[in-house]
């Protein structure tokens, strides 16, 4: 059987060697990918749902004041106020729920907007009382705005937690990721040399 020629086993070998780099790059590529799909992740989910999370209370906040002062005093710039930061909530919840990335957020932002419905109803349902002059428990529909509230800040807290570990687990898999990657591309290319070392002490001695 006819032995393959130096130039024919050089060949073989580099083309050994450069199909281990391709594999490499393509590995160390395909990891960078997922390092930036985690990182916008992280970004574009968590980080703005903990940044609306924290408008939504401000304004849930707001309409609270503005709700009770109006009870009392019976202010249509109260009222007017009210509105305002309730069209704020409305605005700012709408556009979280587009960040929604699991089934265990989209039933929070569902207790959510539910609670905060039931809260705008006993609200407008008691200022059409006090408008019209009937009479109305006063004590059961604050107690029941205050479950509606309680809901909603509860929820809110439930998904900042969340978010905020969610965060947590991600920024540890972005290290895992790199490391793992670091430790693959060094063993990849540290085969590849020993391979073209092989070679060449093979191709050498066959001269």
Known sequence: MMRPTIFLRLV???LVIFTLLIVVSIYVTTKLQELEDVTNSILNINNRILTYNKKLIDALLSQVQYERKFIIL???DLYNNF???NNDFTQYFKEMTSFADSAHVESLFENIKQSHQ???FLFHTEVE??????????DWFKQEKEKAINTIMNELKELRTYSENNTYERIKELGEIGTNTRKIAAVMTALSLV???TISIFVTRSI
Not at 131 to 138: A, K
């Open 195 to 197: 391979i073209g070392i």
């Open 118 to 120: 039931r809260y705008q």
């Open 74 to 76: 019976k202010d249509n």
């Open 12 to 14: 073989i070998g580099y």
């Open 129 to 138: 009382s006090l408008r019209s002059g009937q009479h109305y428990s006063h």
């Open 83 to 85: 509105i305002a930061s």
